[in-house]
């Protein structure tokens, strides 16, 4: 019997590309017959993580060095922070912060902007691409916005979006404009002046405001329309949205799975539905568990409270083999552009879950080091040595990324973009 995953390409061609480099040196003389040291450092893919649990260590370090992160310049009582950030930046190269407006700005007028600014600092200097999360969402909107009219709140919306997009850009460009818009007019868990709004102006025009004020307010910025609901009515909502003239970068789907691992079929099936858009997919929230499942009748995730939810030797192998096919499968998928698991550590985890790739004392789990081995390993260019020819050419095909060169003491980057074939000359020496 045939299945969708049977058609799930294998050459992974659409990840690689070809790069011919001419090294010169400073004065512009090719190197030809040179031994020349070759590593990739960067996937052009986003493998990305959740960066809440290092804002405090972020603050705190925001000019160290590697090696300060890696334990060596800092106290003992901060070697477990160290470690852990240790082991965050040895997989990830793509950050999310937390900007849910209620917790950034519980006070009108007080926003915790330096905190956040400093911890983006620190994750950019560490070559760590930044998203913010979200700029407008009806859970954990502040209440104080219940306290205002609606014309004035949404004038306060627009402020909040312009404020945050403008102070930050030029560190976090990219960002999740608008969160969970299929169930906003409908959300009644909680009063919140964004799903008054939708009620009274529309979705469509709810889910403007935050893309356009977050454009007008930088114009290079990439926006993203996430949401959970992976049904036919977000399609429905994304048509219309785009229909109305809304431009949207990027489109975001959440797959957390306590409730146990969707398979490769289901999964696909859902990037083929997204993808007919011809935007890029974004796998915003991932989490898989490695304990007992969430029972298949909780319909809400948030109503499931035991009180202790232990990672188990079983389940953790289960989560393993689950997140290697998960992420071959989306890193096969030509218009998947990245992907976030949501927590590295149990001890943080979402609704307690033991879904983090380390335990809460802070050791790996199996699921670590099998997302480790894909990343750095399997979809990884070795680093070697290689000659350049007599024309002082080096050609390097591999996974798309930041490549580096290096010679007597002495390196320049360069890219290798995915689909293409390039040419470029690079400077190798002062």
């Not at 996974?399 to 390196?411: C, I, K, L, N, P």
Request: hydrophobic letters at 40%; one cysteine or more.
């Amino acid at each position: 019997m045939t299945t969708i995953a049977d058609s799930v390409p294998t050459s992974l061609d659409h990840r690689r590309g070809r790069t011919t480099v001419t090294v010169v040196d400073g004065s512009g003389t090719l190197i030809p017959h040179t031994d020349i040291l070759l590593e990739q450092v960067r996937h052009a893919f986003g493998f990305g993580n959740i960066g809440f649990d290092l804002i405090d260590f972020a603050n705190e370090h925001a000019t160290t060095t590697d090696d300060a992160v890696a334990g060596s310049s800092v106290t003992t009582s901060d070697d477990n922070n160290a470690a852990f950030a240790q082991e965050w930046l040895s997989l990830f190269n793509m950050a999310t912060l937390p900007f849910y407006w209620a917790r950034f700005e519980p006070t009108p007028g007080h926003p915790d902007t330096a905190r956040l600014l400093a911890a983006a600092r620190w994750f950019k200097s560490h070559d760590v691409s930044v998203k913010g999360h979200p700029l407008l969402w009806h859970t954990l909107a502040p209440r104080w916005l219940m306290d205002v009219t609606e014309t004035q709140a949404e004038s306060a919306m627009r402020a909040r979006i312009k404020r945050e997009v403008e102070e930050f850009a030029g560190v976090i460009d990219h960002w999740d404009a608008i969160n969970e818009s299929v169930i906003l007019p409908r959300f009644t868990a909680e009063t919140n002046a964004v799903t008054r709004l939708a009620q009274s102006q529309g979705r469509v025009e709810t889910v403007r405001l935050a893309f356009d004020t977050a454009r007008a307010a930088n114009p290079q910025a990439r926006l993203v329309l996430n949401d959970f609901d992976l049904s036919p009515e977000y399609e429905h909502v994304i048509s219309e949205c785009l229909d109305a003239g809304i431009q949207i970068d990027a489109i975001g789907l959440q797959t957390h799975m306590h409730q146990g691992y969707r398979g490769e079929d289901e999964i696909w099936e859902i990037l083929e539905r997204f993808a007919r858009f011809g935007l890029p997919l974004q796998m915003t929230e991932t989490s898989l568990v490695s304990g007992d499942l969430m029972p298949a009748h909780i319909v809400d995730l948030n109503d499931f409270a035991p009180a202790d939810w232990p990672s188990t030797a079983q389940g953790e192998a289960r989560q393993a083999a689950e997140i290697t096919r998960h992420y071959r499968n989306l890193f096969a998928h030509p218009s998947v552009e990245s992907v976030t698991y949501w927590g590295l550590s149990d001890a943080t985890a979402w609704l307690g879950a033991p879904s983090g790739l380390l335990r809460t004392n802070g050791s790996r789990k199996p699921a670590f080091d099998a997302i480790h081995d894909l990343i750095k390993s399997e979809w990884w260019h070795p680093a070697g040595v290689q000659r350049t020819d007599e024309a002082g050419r080096l050609r390097v095909q591999g996974f798309a990324g930041t490549y580096r060169m290096s010679h007597r003491g002495v390196s320049a980057d360069f890219a290798v973009e995915a689909g293409h074939e390039k040419h470029l000359r690079v400077v190798l020496g002062a």
